[in-house]
């Protein structure tokens, strides 16, 4: 297109085009075949910009676990050890942290707790310790925790901890003031 045809249109409509094809890029990414889960424990980078990598990040609700550009990640109590409930509206609000094979842990995570499910619309989904992970639309990017304690979609969602466990502690600032201030809890709510 030339500079002089694209300053004619109108700049929400280049942004609109250029979001539309991340989003496409994005699905086109998180599809898979596989119908078994498979754990990625011990799975290492191999040079791959798209390989990701779940660490942590200590903050007002505790130390949680974070992708490896900082955003965090929640697990949903309506889920079911290796089984994601969530879909439809659910993930278009939560959307599952896409596992491409290539994951790996560092900081606090652990690497033999990292491991995949294949969700009923055949893409793949990074677990921890069997918990299904997802980021939430909310958050404005990393370091944010506007999901903690929120009840979207008939459950409580919440940080993980390093153990796997649910934090069910407020995150001071950066939560809704939904969230309830209580102790860690030692199962993640199964």
């Known amino acids: 297109m030339s500079n002089s045809l694209l300053a004619r249109v109108p700049a929400s409509a280049r942004l609109g085009a250029l979001l539309a094809a991340a989003l496409l890029a994005a699905a086109c990414g998180s599809s898979g075949t596989s ?31 974070t ?39 560092s900081g606090g995570a652990v690497s033999a707790d990292l491991g995949s499910i294949t969700r009923s619309d055949g893409s793949k989904q990074l677990t921890y310790d ?3 992970l997802y980021y939430f639309s909310g958050d404005s990017g990393p370091g944010t925790t506007n999901g903690q304690g929120s009840d979207g979609f008939g459950a409580k969602w919440w940080l993980v901890s390093t153990s796997g466990a649910s934090i069910t502690s407020a995150a001071t600032g950066t939560s809704p003031s939904s969230s309830t201030s209580s102790s860690s809890g030692g199962g993640g709510g199964y």
């Open 130 to 132: 069997g918990h299904p």
């Open 35 to 65: 119908g078994s889960s498979t754990p990625a424990a011990g799975s290492t980078a191999t040079g791959s910009a798209a390989a990701l990598v779940i660490t942590t990040k200590s903050g007002s609700a505790g130390t949680y676990l």
């Open 67 to 105: 992708d490896g550009s900082g955003r965090a990640v929640y697990l949903w109590t309506k889920d079911g050890m290796n089984k994601s409930e969530c879909s439809g509206a659910c993930a278009s609000a939560w959307p599952p942290v896409p596992d491409s094979g290539t994951a790996s842990a």
